[in-house]
């Protein structure tokens, strides 16, 4: 099990990905609003979304998790 988690303080723009998605490493999961700029989160491995954490406007601290990939 990997988790997908926030690199910086940001709000939640989107979740991109739903419950059951398959994912690549590297794939765009979701999108933090961070100091004015866009910046997509990445998938650290392969997997299936198992659970998604947060929603979109929720605001992250750095390292909170945003999902869990099996």
Known sequence: MANV???MVGKL???DVKV???VKANDPVATI???KMMVK???PSDGTVQE???AAGDV???DTV???LE
């Open 66 to 68: 945003i999902m869990t």
């Open 33 to 35: 609003e961070a100091m």
């Open 41 to 43: 989160i990445y998938a």
């Open 20 to 22: 059951g998605d398959k």
């Open 60 to 62: 992250v601290n750095t």
């Open 13 to 15: 723009v989107s979740v």
């Open 5 to 7: 988690v926030s690199p």
């Open 52 to 54: 998604i954490k947060v």
